[in-house]
């Protein structure tokens, strides 16, 4: 069987650099790799938990904090060991309008509502459903997160406006030009030499921290004049404090946050669930959706309890952990310490880091992510799964991931539906055991979608006395199956003739039976072994 576009990508990230898993076992070489890894994760989560901070019109600082928070606990007691979590776009751009609206403290609020949401959705096994995303909606979503953290990438080519400082947005002011352009557009080309060539040379360090590592000693030696992470925000800050949200306890707040809070936790899973299933086909892991969701909730809880904007999985900062070789939950655990060790004691060195070696980093993660044999099937595979690539992507890109994934699903699902309306059709002949009588072998399943095909299948006028539908090739799937049924046996009755129901299999039995149709006998064989016929008419059941 050929391997998918989508298992041929995660082969390829899971097998770069390192090639290392979990079954090589611990030692100090896995240890090394895995704090390294963490190190590169926490270096490339600073720009971007700021800035979803700026998207979501919150302090910096919130931003960080989520990201060390849930980064923290879902690495602790997530289901992927490897996913990496933090505040996310996805999650920023929901949450602008409450706090425009309401405050900060309503924030918090929503993510606690947020987190016992998740819970509750984990307690219930609800992530299992995941399983019913298509596989083209999973291409779809990885190319279109791929575009998005390309898109995002570019704001860091602007020079910081005023709006940045208002908490407007990132990226606020003019596109750089002339010499500060060349000198930015040469280190993000550096850096993405460096990650690409590394590998070539040696494997001590992980690429991405040693293309981040190069570049900014670069820029400092020769004093270049470009952004840097201090150019955003101060980073530097306390631990983070416990703190009740300050918002009225009573049924108007609940109003107020729970459409928020219902909304964010649907993004969050999604895409946690999402990453969760692309992470465990790079590193060959399976399960784990219930207690992913689990540990997300009780990471929002805790952020919001902490002053955090809450989170979910981060599919960029995943690759850049997976690519540089983290395999356990250490690395996810070494990157929240990192992290909150630069926002207590490096802040200084970490502000002065180029942003071009971050979108370096940034960039090859996008050029990994991008599912790129996806074009090339395009022309092969049917043209509803092309359609749906193509459709998801758009939708990720200028929407969002839970809207483009529920998107995609209806229209496979009703792409499937209606496939399986248009195989319905029928076999004439005339029975070779009672003459005289017609048979009408029915093929493809009955459902909604091919009731009306199915009553359109029979030529009532011109039949004999006795019809069988024999449904040996079929299945009786739904309520509407049931009401097609009896219109036919109505047509047949009405006409003085005699319909009868042949191979029923124990499934359309019960389905039958609930309705009031057919007593069940324990004798039908769903392997339709044994000829089970049902008169309509008389509702007489006997076997042959």
């Known amino acids: ?12 990230i899971a097998s770069a650099d390192h090639g290392l898993t979990t079954d090589e076992g611990f030692s100090a070489g896995r240890l090394r790799i895995e704090l390294l ?12 938990a700021v ?25 602790i007691f997530g289901g992927r060991p490897g996913m990496i979590s933090g505040a996310t776009g996805a999650l920023a751009v929901v949450m602008v309008a409450l706090v425009a609206e309401h405050g900060v403290e309503y924030l918090f609020a929503t993510v606690v509502l947020m987190g016992i949401l998740q819970v509750f959705a984990g307690v219930m096994h609800w992530g299992k459903f995941i399983r ?19 898109l995002a990438q570019l704001t860091q080519f602007k020079v910081p406006g005023t709006a940045q400082s208002a908490g407007h947005g990132v990226g606020g002011g003019e596109w750089l030009q002339g010499t500060p352009l060349i000198t930015m557009l040469g280190l993000v080309a550096l850096t993405m030499a460096i990650i690409w060539l590394m590998p070539r040379v040696t494997r001590i360090i992980p690429a991405p921290l040693a293309g981040i590592g190069i570049v900014a000693a670069v820029v400092i030696g020769f004093g270049l004049d470009v952004p840097r ?7 530097k800050g306390g631990l983070p404090v416990f703190a009740i949200p300050s918002v009225p306890l009573n049924w108007e707040t609940f109003e107020i946050i729970l459409p928020y809070a219902v909304i964010l936790a649907a993004i969050g899973l999604i895409e946690s669930l999402l990453t969760l299933n692309l992470v465990g086909e790079m590193t060959g892991k399976r399960g784990g959706a219930s207690q992913e969701c689990i540990a997300q909730g009780s990471a929002n809880i805790v952020t919001g309890f902490f002053g955090g904007m809450g989170g979910c999985a981060m599919i960029g900062q995943s690759m850049i952990n997976v690519k540089s070789g983290g395999r356990t939950r250490i690395a996810g655990i070494a990157a929240a310490l990192f992290l909150l060790s630069f926002i207590l004691f490096a802040s200084p060195l970490i502000e002065q880091i180029p942003l071009a070696a971050l979108v370096g980093v940034m960039f090859m993660v996008v050029i990994g992510t991008f599912a790129w044999n996806s074009i090339r099937i395009l022309t092969k595979v049917p043209l509803t799964d092309a359609f749906v690539i193509l459709l998801v992507t758009a939708v990720t890109v200028y929407s969002d991931l839970a809207v483009a994934v529920v998107v995609g699903v209806i229209v496979s699902a009703l792409a499937y539906a209606w496939n399986n309306a248009r195989r319905i059709h029928a076999v004439e002949r005339m029975s070779h055991t009672e003459e005289g009588a017609k048979v009408y072998e029915i093929q493809g399943p009955l459902f909604f979608g091919s009731s009306d095909g199915f009553i359109e299948l029979f030529h009532i006028e011109d039949d004999p006395e006795v ?23 109505g047509k047949y009755m009405a006409a003085g003739k005699t319909l009868r129901l042949r191979h029923l299999s124990r499934d359309c039995h019960k389905l039958l ?8 006998d324990s004798d039908d064989d769903p392997d339709y072994e044994i000829a089970v016929d049902y008169d309509v008419r008389t509702g007489i059941l006997g076997g042959h």
């Open 37 to 48: 890894s963490g190190l590169t994760v926490a270096l490339a989560l600073v720009p971007e």
């Open 467 to 489: 019809v069988i539908a024999d449904f040996a090739g079929s299945r009786v799937v739904d309520q509407s199956a049931l009401q097609a049924i009896e219109a036919v046996a």
């Open 1 to 12: 069987m050929k391997e998918t576009t989508l298992g041929k990508f995660a082969h390829r």
């Open 51 to 75: 800035a979803f901070a700026f998207v979501a019109g919150v302090h910096p600082l919130v931003g960080l904090y989520a990201a060390f928070l849930v980064g923290l606990i879902t690495a």
């Open 229 to 235: 992470v201090g150019d955003m925000a101060a980073i």
């Open 513 to 520: 039976s609930k309705a009031g149709h057919l007593m069940v």
């Open 132 to 150: 019913l995303v298509p596989h083209p909606v999973m291409l779809g979503f990885v190319n279109g997160l791929a575009i998005v953290i390309f």
